[in-house]
């Protein structure tokens, strides 16, 4: 199993989890971003910078990933496509996503997204909180045991 961020809105505690479980446990985890991001010297942590456009982080990790391998993103379309592919993904927040719930959040997105684009303000997903890290960090675990 790889480990395949998309980098760009990941939270910074969520990739300082990622770089401990990648010493911890020899898995590479790779940045993908559009923008530089620091990421400490290991052999197990890669950063990748893609240019700049709408979803080129994305589509990079889409071509790039293995069935088997995670990815971190909030993103509800780029999980969907990684779980087309075989791959396993896992949101900022500890949510796994699966075939069986996907769908439902990419309607969910879409319905969302047509309420802002009508006018309606919907606000915002909450900041990251102690609850969400450790969702996150025991999920990661759970799936690392289990596959790497």
Do not use: H
């Not at 450790?134 to 675990?141: N, Y």
């Amino acid at each position: 199993m790889k480990i395949w961020v998309d980098a760009d809105a990941c939270p910074v505690v969520i990739k300082e989890i990622l770089f401990k479980a990648a010493t911890r446990t020899g898995v590479l985890v790779s940045l993908v971003a559009n923008q530089y991001i620091k990421t400490p010297p290991s052999p197990n942590i890669k950063f990748i910078q893609v240019g700049a456009g709408f979803d080129v982080a994305d589509n990079e990790i889409v071509k790039r990933l293995d069935a088997g391998d995670l990815v971190i993103t909030s993103d509800i379309p780029l999980a969907d496509e990684a779980i087309e592919k075989g791959a396993y993904a896992l949101s900022s927040r500890g949510e796994l996503y699966t075939k069986a719930n996907i769908k439902a959040r990419l309607n969910m997105r879409d319905f969302m997204e047509s309420l802002r684009s009508s006018g309606v303000d919907t606000g915002g997903q909450a900041t990251l909180n102690n609850n969400d890290r450790k969702a996150f960090a025991d999920q990661l675990d759970k799936l690392l045991t289990k596959y790497v």
